[in-house]
DNA sequence: ATATTTATTGCGAATAATTATCAATAAGAG
DNA sequence: CTCTTATTGATAATTATTCGCAATAAATAT
């Protein structure tokens, strides 16, 4: 079990974060914070709803754990804040975790061109569960340009 | 300019759709759904943003446009409905588009082992600009882990 | 063309995730 | 033990997006 030295700073590891990182770091999914909110009012009845989320952004901001940049309706947290990629995907939502990634190769002269300097350390990347790829092959719709009319260009 | 051909479906390329595509095709920019009404309000004086917002899922669904999977509070939507990337400035939230990637190539034996298959046809690559990362040298904040705390663990 | 069917719109209300407010409380410093 | 400041709990506010529905417009049948 991880424990936080706050030590020289103004911040205080009260009873809410430590049980807040606490139970985050137990499960291995990604949960809401709907749902950290239902398992940590287990240990503190009267926790506020508003202090979770507090105290979610709190850890995010200071590197304890991680948000994803997913486009959901309600944000997922991650208890592991070691730099890790996630599998996102597009037909089920799934979450798989990837923490063995030796690195990710972006081919573009234009990426170069414009300085950017890609940080891949929270990554989120689209595709298809072997479950989903499974089923997807049957269908004859295009998963790639999920048109279904034609674009006359 | 793009035509939309919806022969055969029972959809309708009504003029609003259409206003709503040409504007999102014009601009170069991913504009919010509300900077869209704006816009094709300047065309259709009485246009509903309920129909904005409606009529851009729509598009996204069936492929004319897409729609940013970027964690941020408003959606951003990119009349360029091809294939490509975005990169995603952390610092300054700067949206570069890339379009000459030849491949993303993601190093991960746990990837191959649980069959999935990526798809990163519409792709957010988080890092920094060039003027972001040349003011993050400065620093002695290490971006990649923003801990301002320690962690003992 | 005109009538009929069905998709779409405009309006306003509803929803729901997240944030802000603020008095009360708890934690650390002196 | 007192003082100062951070944090909490409760609740209200915010805000992006969606929903419900009557009115309208577009395609199809007559």
Partial sequence: MSEINLKGTNYRLTKQRRIILEELKKVCTHPTAESIYKIVRKRIKNISFATVYRNLDFLEKNG????????????RYDGESKPHRHLICKCCGKIIDIFDC?????????????????????????GF????????????????????????L
């Fill in 102 to 126: 030796r690195g990710i190769i972006i081919r573009s002269k234009e990426l170069k061109a414009c300085g950017f300097v890609p940080d891949c350390g929270c990554l989120e990347i689209p």
């Fill in 64 to 75: 304890y754990v991680l948000k994803l940049k997913i486009k959901e309706k309600k944000a």
């Fill in 129 to 152: 569960c072997k479950q989903c790829e499974a089923k997807a092959k049957h269908l004859t719709i295009n998963r790639f340009a999920p048109a279904k009319h034609k674009i006359i």
